[in-house]
């Protein structure tokens, strides 16, 4: 909730946690009705996870479910930042980019929108995740995406100057001190960690 005192009040975030599937509309679903509770307890901006437009089966699947940012996903969204009046983070679009003729792989894309519905910022992600995970077996992320060019310069927002960043970024501290130096007063690291990577790089916590 925000803090406020006779003098000023630190403005309001939320941080909303998801599970995705496979359908795109049923996700968007779950994300609107958690940036609408936002936005009616005045929120000011809202975060959403690392593919919390979809998480597919396969990667064939990822591949085919993917969109342009200019596509009819991306298009709802901004819909719902306009509707709710807020500023959305969307922590990891599977965005299909000006090479997918050529590549036929993805970017996993941080988009800002503002209050308006505009798209303010992008971050492509620079660090993929390709490990072995023991128990688990290999991840490649790289057979489906393509690591992002360069960094974001931090953006202002109603909450203060954000810095984008995605998940297995958190890894690479450069990147956060970067941003830092950058002006950055909120680093972001949306995730959708794993059930064995998640607790190695989380605080995980019980339900309340």
């Known amino acids: 909730m925000a803090v406020s005192s006779s003098s ?44 919390f437009d979809f998480i597919a089966r396969d990667p064939a699947e990822t591949l085919h479910l993917s969109e342009p940012l200019g596509g009819h996903l991306l298009e709802e969204y ?5 509707e709710c009046g807020l500023w959305l983070s969307l922590g990891g679009f599977h965005e299909r980019g000006q090479d997918w003729e050529q590549t036929q792989k993805i970017y996993n894309c941080h988009v800002l929108l503002n209050s308006k ?18 128990g688990q077996g290999p991840m490649h992320e790289s057979n489906t995406t393509m690591p992002g060019p360069s960094l974001e310069s931090p953006v202002s927002t109603p909450a203060g100057k954000v810095g984008l960043a995605i998940c297995y970024d958190m890894r690479f501290p450069e990147l956060s001190l970067a941003l830092a130096q950058a002006g950055a007063e909120i680093l972001t690291y949306p995730s959708a960690f794993g059930s064995v990577t998640g607790p190695a790089h989380w605080e995980v916590r019980g339900p309340l």
């Not at 599970?19 to 009616?40: G, H, I, M, W, Y």
């Not at 901004?78 to 306009?82: F, H, S």
């Not at 505009?118 to 992600?125: D, F, G, H, I, P």
Request: glycine share 2%.
């Open 117 to 134: 519905g505009s798209v303010v910022a992008t971050y492509r992600k620079t660090h993929l995740c390709d490990v072995e995970i023991p």
């Open 8 to 51: 000023w009040e630190l403005p309001l975030v939320a941080v909303c946690q998801v599970t995705s599937t496979p359908d795109k509309q049923q996700n968007f679903k779950a994300c609107a009705e958690l940036v609408r509770e936002a936005a009616r307890l005045g929120a000011c901006l809202a975060f959403l996870p690392e593919a």
């Open 78 to 82: 901004a819909q719902l930042a306009r």
